[in-house]
């Protein structure tokens, strides 16, 4: 088979099941790309300016139009995983990703449709007057399903396509420099979706905004279909939750059973003649769990089966448990790492809208545009931590940075991005006061740049860094669920940014109406000091942590973190 390579060697990659069947490799790495930029674009045409499209197409109030944009952006975060454990339970990715794309399609759709045609969606408000033809029923119900349809597509797309193009690979190395690649892509078709297909939103019309994103989901979903000869199909086993649930059944159960340390007490398959990976003695952390695995009178057959499969796990069973227990504070680090990102987000558009956005005297750069940065450097430094920043780390130490090496810089980054925002909300602020009453704050909103820049490099360090740990770090019955755990994240990120700006509201007088007359730059250097309290406990938590699967570049396990 004819091999492409994106990775630091040159060197190709071909994974199977079965030898004799030579799929997988990086032959596969230009259909999952083309997917995923198609995707995103897709998702991008349609939920980077749904706030307005609310607003202007269907008469909805500003306050509620954020309000059903914060949960469709939530919603469109915590979809993912279900999508991801669907995959690993039942379908497998590829065939979650192909209904998931489809269903994407038919939201899209609806939506196009509503923009198409006046007799689905109600007549502008008078101008000049807060009387408005209400909303139908029917108009209703074509819009939000759109938006649900849409909403769950990509829930059961975005990450399993991070899975699916991993599975393709079965060195890290390669893995890793996937997951870059991965990132490029969606920040590329996002900053596409954010300048481009708004811009036809806002000047030409929604139905030619939406009918793009319409033909991006075509393209993606037919570049994706048709790499499905060269693709690697890992069979999901069942659910895997379900084992993981044994264990702690069994372990309640054994509460009182006296501990082995001889390994023929152990059970390490569940049908005669077919063994789990684990072949030793449970390990000794967390080691109550290694009572789910010990045999007692009655959990096995004559046959050598075992007999109650509620009082009985495997100890690969009890490992992969012990596994996901181990990783949860280091995921938990990325919560807070997430949180100030979201927050910081807002408020700088808010800034911006008080800035001087000109570049040049006849254009000026939307306030909602200026999120742009952190993609455009994102993508960049993403590029260059593959191809000139790794290589350059393997020359000075023998190896490429771990990725948990890769999210503690992209902790550093992180509170060093909130400082600056600190420092330069000062100046803004010092120079509002200076000119008071001015509606337009004499200061360049180019000012903004250097913290959006910050966060845009820290994302490129800490994102795949995360997305590879997990994915190499879970079980393998749970590799589309590793991938979407940073999805998880951002959801939970999202809602407790939210949370806690209503919280600074209530009880300061920081973020009032008007942000020049409140100290936003004190809800910056708040984030600054919960960056570094979180950046001692991802410290703790990745100092106590032991690598259970990772490997190093070469393919070898590191020895040195077992």
Request: aromatic share 12%; hydrophobic share 45%.
């Amino acid at each position: 088979m004819e091999n492409g390579s994106l990775s630091h060697t040159g060197e190709s990659q071909i994974i199977s099941s079965d030898s004799s069947s030579r799929r997988g490799g990086w032959i596969t790495f230009p259909f999952i790309i083309g997917a995923i930029i198609g995707l995103s674009l897709a998702v991008g045409g349609w939920l980077s300016n749904l706030i307005v499209f609310l607003i202007q197409e269907f008469n909805v109030k500003s306050i509620d139009a954020a309000q059903i944009a914060n949960v469709v952006n939530g919603s469109s975060s915590f979809f993912p995983v279900i999508g991801a454990i669907i995959a690993d339970s039942f379908f497998g990715p590829f065939l979650v990703i192909s209904i998931s794309s489809c269903i994407s399609l038919l939201g899209i759709v609806f939506l196009a449709l509503t923009a198409i045609f006046d007799s689905l969606k109600p007549q502008p408000c008078l101008i000049g007057s807060e009387i408005c033809q209400p909303t139908s029923t029917l108009q209703y119900t074509i819009l939000y399903t759109g938006i649900a349809l849409a909403s769950i597509g990509l829930g059961g797309t975005r990450f399993t396509l991070a899975t699916m193009g991993a599975n393709q690979l079965d060195k890290p190395k390669n893995q890793a420099t996937f997951f870059n690649w991965y990132f490029i892509g969606i920040y590329s078709a996002s900053t596409v979706a954010l300048t481009f297909i708004v811009y036809i939103e806002d000047n030409v019309g929604y139905k030619w905004g939406f009918g793009l994103a319409v033909a991006a989901n075509v393209i993606g979903l037919a570049i994706f279909l048709s790499g499905t000869r060269f693709y690697h199909f890992n069979k999901p086993q069942g659910s895997p939750f379900v084992g993981l649930a044994r264990v702690i059944v069994a372990t309640t159960w054994k509460r009182n059973l006296q501990l082995s340390s001889e390994s023929k007490d152990y059970c390490y398959y569940e049908h005669e003649g077919v063994t789990d990976r684990v072949a030793t003695t449970p390990s000794r952390s967390f080691s109550f769990l290694n009572r789910a695995a010990q045999k007692a009178e009655g959990d096995i057959k004559p046959d050598g089966t075992i007999a109650k499969p509620w009082r009985l796990c495997t100890v690969q069973q009890v490992e992969d448990f012990k596994t996901l227990i181990r990783i949860m504070p280091l995921w938990s680090t990325s919560i807070f790492l997430g949180t100030p990102i979201g927050i910081q987000g807002s408020l700088t558009i808010l800034q911006a809208l008080t800035m001087d956005r000109h570049l040049g005297p006849h254009f000026q750069i939307s306030a909602g545009s200026v999120i742009v940065v952190i993609l455009i450097s994102s993508i960049i430094f993403l590029a260059l931590i593959d191809r000139l920043l790794c290589p350059m780390w393997k020359k000075l130490t023998g190896h490429f940075p771990t990725p948990l090496q890769r999210i503690g810089l992209g902790h550093v980054l992180n509170v060093f991005a909130m400082a600056v925002s600190a420092l330069v909300e000062s100046k803004r602020l010092k120079i509002s006061q200076d000119h008071p009453g001015a509606t337009t704050v004499p200061m360049l909103a180019l000012w903004l740049f250097p913290q959006l820049v910050l966060v845009g490099v820290g994302e490129a360090f800490h994102f795949p860094g995360q997305v590879s740990l997990y994915y190499q770090e879970f079980p393998s019955s749970l590799k589309s669920t590793a991938t979407a755990m940073i999805s998880l994240v951002i959801g939970i990120a999202f809602y407790l940014g939210t949370g806690l700006i209503n919280l600074v509201q209530r009880v300061t007088r920081w973020l009032p109406d008007n942000i020049n007359d409140g100290k936003l730059e004190n809800v910056y250097w708040m984030l600054v000091v919960i960056g570094v309290v979180n950046f001692g406990y991802y410290l703790v938590c990745a100092k106590l942590y032991k690598y259970q699967n990772v490997q190093d570049t070469d393919g070898r396990l590191d020895s040195d973190k077992k």
